[in-house]
């Protein structure tokens, strides 16, 4: 299984709704990240999480909260969202944190806040 | 500080042409690793290499080479003979040794072949 799993595919929410976005991997990989790419722009790290513990926040607002319940599961809760935070946001996977190899991405969840 | 840079944002090739997809990077660094990502439209991004700073043989994967150059920090992606499932956006990424969590993406080239 080289798959990174991620859920929902697609995701409306008001502002002043809570929802959560799930990421699943079961490749026995240490490291996990949250990345935030609007339409037509790179990729953006907003967290990094290695052996379970938060390595990198890049200074993520905080209506973003992210949870690493165990190593195969990564989940983002989204609270009071803006109109301005609709992207596709897209977990990964890597064997380490330290000099990954490569990252295993998952397909994405596009989200629109409205 | 960090930077990738990829000055192509549009190609578009008849298949079979070849073409090859320009990534210029900065960094301070001795120690740093390149790499290439594909995007599909489906969305997920998809591996295709990672270079270590101190391997500059270039390498082919099939239809796929890429040529590693220090002397003007170049990491070109060159797809022989193209065909239209390589319509997607292509982005050069980097990361440095000493912040080894923190992948930097260019901004991407999106590729058109055309039938």
């Known amino acids: 299984d080289t798959e990174v799993t991620q859920t929902p595919k697609h995701l409306v929410m008001g502002m002043t709704n809570k929802k959560s976005l799930k990421c699943e991997q079961h490749m026995g990989h240490r490291a996990m990240y949250w990345y935030k790419q609007k339409a037509k722009k790179p990729p953006e790290l907003m967290f990094v999480?290695?052996?379970?513990?938060?390595?990198i926040n890049e200074s993520v607002p905080s209506r973003f909260s992210p949870e690493c319940p165990n190593s195969s599961l990564l989940n983002l809760h989204l609270h009071a969202l803006q109109p301005e935070d609709s992207a596709l946001y897209l977990c990964a996977s890597s064997l380490n944190a330290h000099n990954p190899e490569k990252l295993f991405f998952g397909s994405g969840t596009q989200l629109s806040v409205l | 500080a960090q930077k990738v840079t990829q000055a192509q944002t549009e190609i578009s090739v008849v298949e079979k042409e070849d073409v090859t997809l320009d990534c210029v990077y900065e960094?301070?660094?001795?120690?740093?690793?390149l790499f290439w990502y594909k995007q599909p439209p489906s969305g997920e991004l998809v591996f295709l290499i990672r270079r270590n700073s101190f391997d500059e043989q270039n390498e082919i994967s099939g239809r796929y080479s890429w040529n590693f150059q220090k002397s003007t920090s170049s990491f070109n992606f060159t797809i022989t003979a193209s065909q239209v499932v390589d319509s997607a956006v292509y982005f050069c990424?980097?990361?440095?040794?000493?912040?080894?969590?923190?992948?930097?993406f260019g901004k991407g080239t999106r590729l058109h072949i055309l039938p």
């Open positions: 990424a980097l990361s440095e040794a000493r912040r080894d969590d923190k992948i930097i």
């Open positions: 999480y290695s052996y379970e513990k938060l390595s």
């Open positions: 960094t301070r660094d001795t120690t740093y690793y």
